[in-house]
């Protein structure tokens, strides 16, 4: 089974508008972290945001936030007022097992978000 | 600047040749990492390592190889048994705490002819 899931392959958004990045994971461990990462075409991994499955609050950095819902196993990225420097490929990654020693990243497949003038 | 250096941004090989890239990180991180990029698709483990001295492979280890001789490198090569070394290869570090974010250098496209 996948141990994230993107359903969105492809996003197109107006300029200014908000968006809403899927995200769904599956895991078993009670203690693991999840991350949201931009990658532009460049080819570099961005780090964006990081949310604990024991933190309370949901994430929130600057024009990015992370929608936590530990019951529905989904962890959805909002970004508001898209800029056109937004369009770039979003990857969701987890790590199971939050100690010392295992900081092994698991990723999606990703969506490409196209922001439109 | 701290960061992650990896060189060159661009590599063409010939079948069964072994090739290295390199991976070095001033971020004074005691963990490291390669992952494999292949179009269309998220990141794959392939090594990763947590001291000098050390490392343990990651979901897709068989045909390549790593050393840590030195907190700041992390060379990958890639040996003419892995079947299909075409990818983009990225090489990320972080510190050991939980919830640490690892952080990615510019990666190397390696191409094999």
């Known amino acids: 089974a996948q141990k994230i899931t993107q359903t969105q392959p492809g996003m197109f958004v107006q300029e200014k508008e908000a968006v809403t990045l899927d995200c769904t994971y599956d895991t078993s461990d009670p203690s693991y972290g999840l991350f949201w990462y931009k990658q532009p075409s460049s080819g570099e991994m961005i780090f964006l945001i990081y949310?604990?499955?024991?933190?309370?609050q949901n994430a929130t950095e600057g024009r990015y936030s992370l929608n936590f819902q530990k019951a529905r196993k989904s962890a959805n990225l909002v970004i508001s007022a898209s800029q056109l420097g937004d369009s770039a490929m979003y990857f969701c990654?987890?790590?199971?097992?939050?100690?010392?020693?295992?900081?092994?990243?698991?990723f999606g497949t990703g969506t490409r978000l196209t922001i439109i003038p | 600047d701290g960061g992650i250096t990896q060189s060159p941004k661009y590599l063409f090989r010939k079948e069964g040749q072994n090739v290295t890239l390199s991976c070095e990180q001033n971020?004074?991180?005691?963990?490291m990492y390669w992952y494999r990029q292949d179009p269309g698709q998220g990141l794959r483990l392939i090594y990763y390592s947590q001291i000098v001295n050390d490392f343990q492979k990651g979901d897709i280890a068989e045909g390549y190889s790593v050393s840590r001789e030195k907190k700041e490198s992390f060379p990958l090569t890639v040996t003419s048994a892995q079947k299909n070394p075409t990818a983009f290869y990225l090489c990320a570090s972080s510190r050991k705490r939980t919830g640490n974010e690892q952080y990615f250098g510019p990666g190397t496209r390696l191409t094999v002819t």
């Open positions: 971020l004074n991180h005691d963990a």
């Open positions: 990654a987890m790590r199971e097992g939050l100690y010392f020693g295992n900081e092994k990243l698991t």
């Open positions: 949310q604990g499955s024991y933190d309370q």
